[in-house]
């Protein structure tokens, strides 16, 4: 009976302890993240360097703690000495990575650092896979902290409460190094006013290396302390940079203090968001993100980012018409690919479409990001957008192709006027991440709703009308849908409202104060190049024969973002050039082995080359070039 009437009173203590211990994991996830995130938002807060490699090195401290803790003698002292070890080895590389790559191109725009870091990424992937194997590597237990605490009759592991005391006191050391010290005094003026700080005289090049060493160093602890969680893998670089980035943006650029806060935030949605409703794991973080953003712009704690002074070598020239050398080289381009089923191959033609439709998708990008001023992290949302619009009409409608790559465009544009209302009332990198939050929304949306949209196994069956089945027919097609659409992209800009959303761009204080509606204009731009990059994934899914959640990702979004910078955001002719190279490189290297190695090497070779992409280069060195030079 004594038992019978304590039952509910036990089952209420369990109930409690179940949540203290869910609200502690919560706790304990936000830890790890925030060591990469802090890291994350110091680097770019001083240097302005969106490192994509940041993951790599968290990756690179969780594989060198592994070997250094196996190493060394097993207990308490060397498994720390070995967690040390790992994260100062991974800001000396680094040290290695800025002073090498990075310093060589701080006077280069800064979205191509983004390009440089990225291929960092690629290089260490393929490196690591060769270095430390395919397979996934146990973390070891941490020595006098591998057992579990009784919370109400629910238990979570001793070493989780020690990452939610550790987490706190790195907060508290990097607050005070950064304003108690003099290096700390002098990273808060580089984040404030760049320009200023070299004025005074100090060395620019050795504060930016102490921040990088500084950051990787956290970076490598957060992969390095979370070993005995959830070991080491070759996807831990790619799985903790968004969630470092949704951190950084959402606690606000450069806010150490606001990276604490948004990681337990993030960390608490996500512990109880697998319970409440495990649909929202995929997405949480970036509707978290879109919210913060859209109500409060820069961040829980970050503060708005001044206007920079542009250096003379980085103002852009008025965009003229091409020349009469540019136009004839166009003319030969142009004879070239309706010639081309002559004298070539079924491969060639759908390789050459495909190139066609990737310009189109990345003239659409360049279009808003170039002359417009508006960078996105998330214009696959659009490109896979249409070609899920026209196969999803296709497959419930019957409708004719035709009209499938009409109607693609223009619920791409509707799409883009709905998410560019939020968009633009935020600039750099802030509306960027906004994108991403938004694209990723839409990927979610195509990826769980299997029941409409198939899934992960996608849409298929989405073939060409009769007519245009053979070969050469539809890439007469394609040919005929991405340059012309290309042509209008270029006209537009030589239009009123192409002058004035460059205008916009240039100084939107002058524009407003000339009476010109900045927002309305680069809404409009916005959804200008959605319409053109949901005429791209139109025609796509029919080139393809299907569609899957991939052109929808974040991987497809950076594809067309690092093709437009490839190319150079300084030229019209950039985006064919960039998305040219990037489709002939992926299509010859893909299918060897290291090939990410490969292309990452090819990519860091072109932005020391060429830091105003391959266009905007010979558009400075030729003058058949120069008039297409902004």
């Known amino acids: 009976m004594a038992h019978q009437a304590l039952a509910p009173f036990l089952q209420v203590d369990h109930a409690l302890g179940a949540f203290i211990v869910q609200f502690l994991t919560g706790l304990s996830d936000a830890a790890s993240l925030f060591f990469v995130a802090a890291g994350l938002s110091l680097i770019f807060g001083v240097s302005r360097v969106v490192n994509m490699a940041h993951g790599s090195?968290?990756?690179?401290?969780?594989?060198?703690?592994?070997?250094?803790?196996?190493?060394?003698?097993?207990?308490?002292?060397?498994?720390?000495?070995?967690?040390?070890?790992?994260?100062?080895?991974?800001?000396?590389?680094?040290?290695?990575?800025?002073?090498?790559?990075?310093?060589?191109?701080?006077?280069?725009?800064?979205?191509?650092m983004l390009m440089a870091t990225f291929a960092v990424l690629l290089v260490i992937q393929d490196l690591a896979l060769w270095l430390f194997g395919a397979e996934d590597l146990i973390g070891p237990r941490a020595p006098g902290l591998d057992g579990s605490v009784n919370i109400m009759g629910a238990l979570i592991p001793e070493y989780d409460i020690a990452l939610i005391i550790i987490a706190p006191l790195i907060l508290l050391g990097l607050w005070l190094l950064l304003n108690r010290t003099r290096w700390g005094v002098l990273i808060r003026a580089a984040t404030e006013d760049r320009e200023m700080l070299a004025a005074l005289g100090v060395n620019q090049k050795r504060l930016f290396t102490s921040v990088f060493f500084l950051g990787s160093c956290l970076a490598g602890f957060g992969g390095a302390i979370q070993l005995p969680k959830g070991g080491a893998d070759l996807l831990m670089d790619l799985n903790v940079i968004a969630a470092a980035f949704v951190i950084v943006v959402v606690g606000g650029m450069g806010s150490i203090g606001g990276a604490f806060l948004a990681a337990v935030i993030i960390g608490e949605l996500s512990s109880f968001g697998v319970l409440v409703l495990p649909q929202s794991t995929l997405v949480m973080m970036f509707l978290v993100m879109a919210v913060v953003l859209i109500v409060r712009p820069y961040g829980l704690l970050g503060k708005p980012e001044a206007e920079e002074y542009l250096p003379s070598e980085l103002v852009e020239s008025p965009i003229r018409p091409a020349s009469t050398k540019l136009r004839l080289l166009g003319l030969a381009v142009l004879i070239l690919l309706m010639t081309l089923p002559l004298f070539a191959g079924s491969f060639q033609l759908v390789l050459f479409?495909?190139?066609?439709?990737?310009?189109?998708?990345?003239?659409?990008?360049?279009?808003?990001?170039?002359?417009?001023?508006?960078?996105?992290?998330?214009?696959?949302?659009?490109?896979?957008?249409?070609?899920?619009?026209?196969?999803?009409?296709?497959?419930?409608?019957?409708?004719?192709?035709?009209?499938?790559?009409?109607?693609?465009?223009?619920?791409?544009?509707?799409?883009?006027?709905?998410?560019?209302?939020?968009?633009?009332?935020?600039?750099?990198?802030?509306?960027?991440?906004?994108?991403?939050?938004?694209?990723?929304?839409?990927?979610?949306?195509?990826?769980?709703?299997?029941?409409?949209?198939?899934?992960?196994?996608?849409?298929?069956?989405?073939?060409?009308?009769?007519?245009?089945?053979?070969?050469?027919?539809?890439?007469?097609?394609?040919?005929?849908?991405?340059?012309?659409?290309?042509?209008?992209?270029?006209?537009?800009?030589?239009?009123?409202?192409?002058?004035?959303?460059?205008?916009?761009?240039?100084?939107?204080?002058?524009?407003?104060?000339?009476?010109?509606?900045?927002?309305?204009?680069?809404?409009?731009?916005?959804?200008?190049?959605?319409?053109?990059?949901?005429?791209?994934?139109?025609?796509?899914?029919?080139?393809?024969?299907?569609?899957?959640?991939y052109e929808m990702s974040i991987s497809r979004s950076f594809d067309i973002l690092l093709s437009v910078l490839l190319g150079g955001i300084h030229s019209l002719s950039g985006p064919v050039v960039g998305s040219t190279a990037f489709i002939w490189l992926e299509d010859k290297i893909s299918r060897i082995h290291f090939w990410r190695l490969i292309l990452g090497s090819i990519y860091i070779f072109l932005v020391m080359a060429f830091p105003q992409g391959i266009a905007g280069y010979f558009s400075r060195r030729f003058e058949g070039f120069s008039s297409e030079h902004q």
Request: aromatic residues 18%; glycine residues 12%.
């Open 353 to 549: 479409g495909e190139i066609a439709i990737f310009a189109l998708a990345c003239m659409s990008l360049f279009f808003m990001m170039g002359p417009g001023g508006m960078v996105s992290f998330g214009h696959a949302a659009f490109f896979g957008g249409g070609a899920y619009a026209a196969a999803l009409f296709v497959h419930y409608a019957n409708t004719p192709m035709e009209l499938a790559i009409l109607l693609a465009p223009t619920c791409m544009a509707l799409l883009a006027l709905i998410i560019g209302w939020f968009c633009v009332r935020l600039s750099g990198v802030y509306l960027a991440m906004l994108t991403l939050a938004f694209a990723q929304i839409c990927w979610s949306i195509v990826f769980q709703w299997s029941g409409f949209t198939g899934g992960d196994d996608g849409v298929l069956g989405i073939w060409p009308a009769k007519w245009a089945s053979n070969e050469v027919i539809f890439y007469y097609l394609t040919i005929l849908i991405s340059i012309g659409g290309i042509l209008a992209l270029r006209y537009l800009l030589f239009t009123p409202f192409g002058y004035t959303m460059r205008a916009c761009r240039d100084s939107h204080l002058r524009a407003d104060s000339i009476g010109i509606h900045v927002k309305r204009q680069q809404w409009f731009a916005f959804a200008v190049a959605g319409l053109f990059a949901g005429l791209a994934g139109g025609i796509y899914v029919f080139s393809k024969g299907s569609v899957f959640p």
């Open 57 to 112: 090195f968290y990756m690179i401290g969780a594989y060198l703690a592994y070997f250094v803790i196996s190493f060394l003698p097993r207990g308490v002292f060397c498994f720390w000495s070995g967690i040390v070890i790992a994260a100062i080895a991974v800001g000396l590389f680094g040290v290695v990575i800025e002073v090498l790559l990075l310093r060589r191109l701080y006077r280069a725009p800064e979205l191509f």
